[in-house]
């Protein structure tokens, strides 16, 4: 140990508090970075079970929660090690911030019950009320509640689980499973996404599955932060507590590095599989389900793992399914880079971090004696530097970027296998450059769906002996529809090459010319700050912003609206995008709510502006409808808004329900008599439509009448033709000489200029 190494721990000594509540003593840790020498010393450093470890930044250099005890192990084995915070509970709580109201932005078991109750007080019809699937050690309940268009009906639908808290200091998974659980109810019947969720599944959500040792965190750190892992069964012999992702069937104690014998350690399993009343609770639910995906939700890691946990299990350590899990992780990871960028690693718990044995995924995949096969997945949420508790500003970016994981698990569950069913595959290209699409894959009148990979990959299992029509279709394409016998255990293969459809602009504005025709406003007694300005832009030199026209923050009290003018009779399957950045006041009580924020509303025909909401859904709600406390200020409480994306980000709006119209765009900007921020900027906005496929020319002929030359097709159903020269017959004919929209043209003069060679092509009537 260094002479720095050793003031540390002397100093880290000095600053630890210890806790008594009734039951066990509570310490705080050291965050510690061991550094390995060798590999073998790394793998030896996992059979060191009373250690706490944890993923570093590496996977060379792990953490360990350390107390001095640990240190001396570590000294004494010959690790290297680094101390990187002395009290890792004060630095956590530190970072959260020192509000007692509640965990410093999470919530906290009393009010996940309550969060339950309001959901289903306002959404009746959609969801149950809570019902507990067993009691914890200490008689707390396992709260669940089921989502689907007919909740008290066992409807034959995929059913999924999604859950968090299995370890106590792991409350983002908790936080997930709430946005999601909200956005369903929120957004049913307005959003597609929700609304085809809703009524294609049967969805259950359990917020939190280790209630005590949560609320022993709350104990010990009321402003988050604790370190309590496993649940508070009384050992017996001084310790405390069970890893419940330790305490499933199936690889219960397999060997004594995936999981420990020792009631001490981190990785206790108990006495024996569902020994605790949380996990034979978690059993007793599946077996009377029938559950084909389950996401449990951990920290950290920003890593998404499949069965099996052990490296030697099975064989290889992979199941029969392994092709089908590696599709689902890599298709989770794909929606989740979709919404931050951010790429989580893929594979199991031995490929990713170390053997596990007992866990709960092995448990729901392996074991089908009494239920069916279930789809088990486990998601680390957040990096190296988000740690157990992320800070407040990094729970709304976390929990969005794992609920697009989640929505793609709803359109993908319907597809995965029984004993009974075929499977169908294939990959969808571009007819035209022959690149891999991510289309939408369906079945014609049933609630089977997948989308494809990145890839343009598909698969979907289907039950066997059965005719399908599968739909294959993506925005700006042309779809098609292919019937397929589908056989029992057996594969049937279909490839589909869709045609492109022609995007044309119907509208655009990028503010670079003072925004003709826009204006902006706000009613008696509100402010409106919506002005050009430079400070902020996506493209070019000027966006329009609400808020401060220096660097100050927005005013308080705006109901500002800033309105485009009129756009006349809109197409058909019509889509707006534009850009935005936004930072408003969030509320830090209720993560899922802000005080101030946009909103985007459209008028139809010259009538009221409606809010209309972005593919995917908002993602708060102004602070009123739930959660108690007193309302916002604000002009448009309880509405759904944008709040705070602090880099630029395109929102997309589907208009299709406009066609024909003639509609005006407004966004709107609230604030509350409060704190205020630097507000919204909008930039680059455009409506695009889809014009007619062009259609490839047939019976070209061409004729020499004098000096010109006559040239004729066939009719088709083109909007026009364009007409292309080249000197050379295996040119690009990239030289346009004219186009028309009838099925002839004359080149003046072509037959007595120097030999040329002729292209006709469809045009669809767009410019360029």
Not at 260 to 288: I, K, L, M, W
Not at 308 to 319: A, E, I, K, P, R
Not at 346 to 370: F, H, I, K, P, R
Request: aromatic share 14%; charged share 20%.
């Amino acid at each position: 140990m260094t002479m720095i190494q050793r003031f540390f721990l002397l100093l880290a000594v000095g600053c630890f508090v210890t806790i008594a509540f009734g039951q066990g003593e509570y310490r705080n840790h050291m965050l510690v970075k061991v550094m390995p020498e060798t590999e073998a010393q790394l793998k030896a450093l996992f059979g060191f079970h009373q250690l706490d470890i944890a993923a570093g930044e590496t996977r060379e250099e792990p953490y360990v929660f350390a107390y001095p005890e640990d240190l001396e192990l570590l000294q004494v084995e010959g690790y290297r090690y680094e101390i990187i915070y002395g009290n890792f509970e004060k630095f956590q709580a530190d970072r959260l911030g020192s509000r007692l109201d509640s965990m410093s932005g999470y919530h906290t078991y009393d009010e996940i019950v309550t969060e339950l109750d309001a959901i289903h007080t306002q959404h009746p019809t959609i969801t149950t009320a809570k019902f507990s699937i067993g009691q914890s050690i200490q008689g707390r309940n396992l709260w669940c509640i089921k989502v689907s268009d007919n909740p008290e009906v066992d409807e034959n639908e995929p059913e999924i689980l999604f859950n968090g808290l299995t370890h106590a200091r792991e409350p983002m998974g908790m936080e997930t499973v709430l946005y999601t659980l909200n956005f369903l109810t929120d957004y049913y019947g307005d959003s597609a996404n929700a609304t085809t969720a809703v009524n294609g599944c049967e969805l259950f959500f359990i917020p939190c599955m280790n209630p005590d040792g949560y609320v022993y965190n709350q104990q010990t750190n009321p402003n988050g932060g604790g370190m309590w892992r496993k649940n508070r069964r009384n050992n017996g012999d001084g310790t405390y507590g069970v890893d419940l992702n330790r305490n499933y069937g199936l690889t219960w104690g397999l060997d004594n590095e995936g999981s420990s014998p020792y009631t001490s350690d981190q990785t206790y399993r108990g006495t024996a599989a569902f020994s605790e009343p949380e996990t034979d609770g978690v059993r007793q639910f599946f077996n009377s389900h029938h559950i084909i995906i389950s996401v449990d939700y951990h920290t950290w890691q920003n890593i998404i793992i499949k069965p099996w946990g052990t490296d030697y299990y099975d064989g290889d350590g992979l199941t029969a399914h392994d092709a089908i899990f590696t599709m689902l992780l890599d298709s989770m990871a794909y929606w989740i880079h979709s919404v931050n960028g951010v790429w989580y690693g893929t594979g199991t718990a031995w490929q990713q971090l170390y053997n596990v044995n007992g866990g709960s995924c092995d448990w729901e995949y392996g074991d089908t004696l009494q239920k069916g096969r279930v789809f088990a997945v486990s998601t680390e949420i957040g990096n190296s530097s988000d740690y157990f508790w992320a800070p407040p500003s990094r729970i709304d970016p976390l929990r969005r970027e794992n609920h697009a994981a989640n929505m793609f698990l709803t359109r993908i569950a319907g597809s995965l296998p029984s004993e009974e069913s075929g499977r169908v595959m294939g990959t969808v290209r571009d007819a035209t450059t022959e690149d891999p699409i991510q289309a939408l894959v369906q079945v014609v009148g049933g609630t089977q769906s997948t989308t494809c990979s990145p890839s343009g990959q598909y698969s979907l299992y289907l039950p066997g002996d059965s005719t399908y029509t599968l739909r294959y279709s993506l925005y700006a394409y042309v779809p098609q529809e292919h019937t397929l016998y589908v056989a029992t255990n057996e594969t049937t293969y279909q490839d589909v090459d869709l045609v492109p459809r022609p995007v044309v602009t119907v509208f655009s504005e990028d503010f670079e010319s003072g925004a003709p025709g826009w204006t902006h406003s706000s009613p008696p007694s509100w402010g409106d700050q919506w002005h050009l300005s430079t400070e902020q832009v996506h493209g070019g030199s000027y966006s329009y912003k609400c808020g401060d026209t220096g660097t100050g923050t927005y005013a308080n009290l705006l109901d500002a609206r800033l309105v485009s003018p009129t756009i006349s009779s809109l197409p058909s399957e019509a889509r707006l995008y534009f850009w935005m950045q936004i930072q408003g006041e969030l509320s830090g009580a209720y993560p899922d709510s802000a005080y101030d924020g946009g909103i985007f509303e459209v008028s139809a025909n010259g009538g009221e502006f409606t809010e209309v909401a972005p593919v995917g859904g908002y993602p708060k709600t102004f602070r009123w409808m739930r959660g108690g406390g007193n309302p916002a200020t604000g002009p448009m409480r309880g509405m759904p808004c944008w709040a705070q994306d602090l880099t630029w980000v395109q929102e997309t709006v589907e208009l299709a329900s406009f066609a024909g119209q003639s509609i005006q765009l407004r966004y709107r900007f609230g604030s509350d008599a409060g704190t205020g921020y630097e507000g919204w900027y909008v930039d680059d906005v455009q409506i695009v439509a889809l014009g007619e496929p062009v259609v490839d020319v047939t019976g070209l002929v061409i004729a020499v009448e004098g000096n010109d030359l006559h040239l004729y097709w066939d009719v088709d159903d083109n909007y026009g033709y364009r007409i292309y020269d080249d000197d050379d017959p295996m040119g690009s004919f990239t030289n346009q000489v004219g186009e028309t929209t009838a099925n002839d043209y004359v080149v003046v003069g072509g037959a007595s200029a120097e030999k040329k060679f002729y292209v006709v092509r469809g045009w669809d009537g767009s410019s360029y």
